[in-house]
């Protein structure tokens, strides 16, 4: 198996950064990290006890010249890209979404649905387990479907299409668990609907995880939700309730349970766009860094420049208008998705925000990984797989691998 060599590095470990270090990967995995010749090594990412290959011995070197080396980015809430949408139902929209997040270091995602046809999430289902059969380096890795809706509060709706939303019966539980088997992995749903309680149950025996969004719901429906299963909050602030007063009392809602409860982890947009720097402070002040997970929530608009583009699938989806810094419905005020990339939310949170950059890498690698359960991606860690980001100071990205092999 062929080895890489990576030195002079800034390397982005879960709890920090190791200046001046070097990273071994053999194969499509990560063999070691040390710090730079002359330091002490620290014992708990020895090389496996293998010996470190001289310069000369190993098969290839990359010389970071102090640039940032990261774990491989993962967004678990992204619909599209590069001017494909995941609902679009067309194998080459898949592939121009993946390519235009690969570029920008996401190694991992989920594609991410709107509220549908029956006809079009179940095309949905179909593609990604075809892409999964095929998995290769030069794509990011699939880590199963986000279903955003159908079982949302209309009142709390944002830019999803209500001609589809649904309410979670039995019938439809059981055609989605039928029909998403081994693609299904997120489910968005507003947990205060009648027998959702059930649905989320139900989901849950099978490994699918519960998000709270688009929901109308009081802070006792969020509370009831974690006991039925829900451990996250689908884009905190964006379509849900927040205080209202009732007979003079204030009552909280879903975003005030969001950020109260330990149990629930966020997603956030850190765009710059959807929240501002202020937001963003009070978000990590009040849950933590490691229950913020960073999402683009990105439509076919990202990375590609401004111009009106379908939101949603070229057959139903409708159009809205980006200028490049974000997506906006026909009324020029509401927001429809974002045009963001990984990076773009990394470089956000730690200039505008403050955060630290290794915490900032975090909410885009360990906190997504976590929260999905997946255990060899997600940090920088010997026997992990090699998914790689280089990038400068400004979080521009300059090479991306996944499973060892350069693919940017």
Same mark, same amino acid.
């Given at each position: 198996?062929?080895?890489?060599?990576?030195?002079?590095?800034?390397?982005?470990?879960?709890?920090?950064?190791?200046?001046?270090?070097?990273?071994?990967?053999?194969?499509?995995?990560?063999?070691?990290?040390?710090?730079?010749?002359?330091?002490?090594?620290?014992?708990? /990412?020895?090389?496996?006890?293998?010996?470190?290959?001289?310069?000369?011995?190993?098969?290839?070197? &990359?010389?970071?010249?102090?640039?940032?080396?990261?774990?491989?980015?993962?967004?678990?809430?992204?619909?599209?890209?590069?001017?494909?949408?995941?609902?679009?139902?067309?194998?080459?929209?898949?592939?121009?979404?993946?390519?235009?997040? @690969?570029?920008?270091?996401?190694?991992?995602?989920?594609?991410?649905?709107?509220?549908?046809?029956?006809?079009?999430?179940?095309?949905?289902?179909?593609?990604?387990?075809?892409?999964?059969?095929?998995?290769?380096?030069?794509?990011?890795?699939?880590?199963?479907?986000?279903?955003?809706?159908?079982?949302?509060?209309?009142?709390?709706?944002?830019?999803? /299409?209500?001609?589809?939303?649904?309410?979670?019966?039995?019938?439809?539980?059981?055609?989605?668990?039928?029909?998403?088997?081994?693609?299904?992995?997120?489910?968005?749903?507003?947990?205060?609907?009648? /027998?959702?309680?059930?649905?989320?149950?139900?989901?849950?025996?099978?490994?699918?995880?519960?998000? !709270?969004?688009?929901?109308?719901?009081?802070?006792?429906?969020?509370?009831?939700?974690?006991?039925?299963?829900?451990?996250?909050?689908?884009?905190?602030?964006?379509?849900?309730?927040?205080?209202?007063?009732?007979?003079?009392?204030?009552?909280?809602?879903?975003?005030?349970?969001?950020?109260?409860?330990?149990?629930?982890?966020?997603?956030?947009?850190?765009?710059?766009?959807?929240?501002? !720097?202020?937001? @963003?402070?009070?978000?990590?002040?009040?849950?933590?860094?490691?229950?913020?997970?960073?999402?683009?929530?990105?439509?076919?608009?990202?990375?590609?420049?401004?111009?009106?583009?379908? @939101?949603?699938?070229?057959?139903?989806?409708?159009?809205?208008?980006?200028?490049?810094?974000?997506?906006?419905?026909?009324?020029?005020?509401?927001?429809?998705?974002?045009?963001?990339?990984?990076?773009?939310?990394?470089?956000?949170?730690?200039?505008?925000?403050?955060?630290?950059?290794?915490?900032? =890498?975090?909410?885009?690698?360990?906190?997504?990984?976590?929260?999905?359960?997946?255990?060899?991606?997600? =940090?920088?860690?010997?026997?992990?797989?090699?998914? @790689?980001?280089?990038?400068?100071?400004? &979080?521009?990205?300059?090479?991306?691998?996944?499973?060892?092999?350069?693919?940017?």
């Amino acid at each position: 198996m062929e080895s890489t060599l990576f030195i002079n590095g800034k390397i982005i470990l879960q709890d920090g950064i190791l200046e001046q270090g070097k990273l071994l990967v053999i194969g499509d995995r990560i063999q070691g990290i040390r710090l730079a010749e002359g330091e002490r090594e620290p014992s708990w /990412n020895r090389a496996g006890g293998e010996e470190w290959p001289a310069l000369e011995k190993a098969d290839k070197v &990359v010389d970071l010249q102090g640039r940032y080396l990261a774990p491989g980015f993962i967004d678990i809430h992204v619909h599209g890209g590069g001017g494909g949408d995941f609902m679009d139902g067309k194998r080459d929209s898949w592939q121009q979404a993946m390519d235009a997040h @690969l570029r920008h270091g996401t190694t991992s995602l989920c594609p991410t649905t709107l509220t549908a046809s029956m006809e079009e999430m179940e095309k949905v289902f179909s593609l990604h387990r075809m892409f999964c059969r095929e998995q290769k380096p030069c794509r990011p890795r699939l880590l199963g479907v986000h279903m955003e809706g159908p079982c949302i509060a209309e009142s709390m709706k944002g830019a999803q /299409n209500a001609k589809y939303i649904r309410k979670p019966v039995e019938a439809l539980t059981r055609w989605l668990l039928e029909k998403g088997a081994g693609a299904l992995r997120i489910m968005t749903a507003a947990p205060e609907l009648e /027998n959702a309680g059930e649905m989320a149950r139900q989901f849950r025996e099978v490994g699918v995880l519960l998000s !709270a969004g688009h929901s109308d719901g009081r802070l006792e429906d969020v509370e009831q939700a974690v006991r039925d299963g829900y451990t996250m909050v689908t884009h905190l602030y964006s379509s849900m309730s927040t205080i209202v007063r009732e007979n003079g009392m204030r009552r909280p809602g879903v975003l005030e349970a969001a950020l109260l409860m330990d149990e629930l982890d966020v997603e956030v947009i850190g765009d710059g766009m959807h929240l501002p !720097a202020s937001l @963003l402070k009070l978000i990590v002040k009040t849950k933590g860094t490691d229950h913020v997970i960073l999402v683009t929530d990105a439509m076919r608009a990202a990375d590609l420049p401004s111009g009106h583009y379908k @939101l949603g699938s070229l057959k139903d989806g409708q159009t809205v208008w980006s200028d490049g810094k974000v997506a906006r419905m026909p009324d020029g005020i509401s927001f429809a998705g974002s045009v963001a990339t990984a990076d773009r939310l990394i470089r956000v949170m730690h200039e505008e925000a403050g955060v630290p950059m290794w915490q900032a =890498v975090n909410m885009m690698s360990r906190n997504p990984a976590r929260a999905l359960g997946e255990k060899e991606i997600g =940090v920088l860690e010997p026997g992990k797989k090699a998914d @790689l980001v280089s990038f400068d100071e400004h &979080v521009r990205i300059h090479s991306v691998y996944r499973d060892g092999v350069e693919v940017i």
